[in-house]
């Protein structure tokens, strides 16, 4: 059975920072692409960043210089350093597995991050 989680979410003043964490089981995490995306209310969801099994990273422009994504194969975690958080940020933070070679793709169930004062 396939479980994506995602932990680490909270409510952070603007200029803070946090760090989502994203742990997979029942699947050969070393191969799958993995990814953070975001749910805004009333906006579709976007992607933040992702990290392919070669570790090649790439990053929405909104993101890109605050939010570092990065995997430990050995825990099969993936994390999303976020930095210098703006309210825009604020939304529902989900992981994603993406594995081309078998077609596969799981969703985890979410993290609300919320940026205020």
């Known amino acids: 059975q396939v479980q994506v989680v995602e932990s680490g979410g909270g409510l952070v003043q603007p200029g803070g920072s946090l760090r989502l964490s994203c742990a997979a089981s029942?699947?050969?995490?070393?191969?799958?692409?993995m990814g953070w995306y975001r749910q805004a209310p009333g906006k579709q969801r976007e992607l933040v960043a992702d990290i392919t099994s070669g570790s090649i990273t790439n990053y929405a422009d909104s993101v890109k210089g605050r939010f570092t994504i990065s995997r430990d194969n050995a825990k099969n975690t993936v994390y999303l350093q976020m930095n210098n958080l703006e309210p825009e940020d604020t939304a529902v933070y989900y992981c994603?597995?993406?594995?081309?070679?078998?077609?596969?793709?799981?969703w985890g169930q979410g993290t609300q991050v919320t940026v205020s004062s």
């Open positions: 994603n597995a993406k594995c081309l070679r078998f077609g596969t793709d799981y």
């Open positions: 029942g699947i050969f995490f070393s191969i799958y692409t």
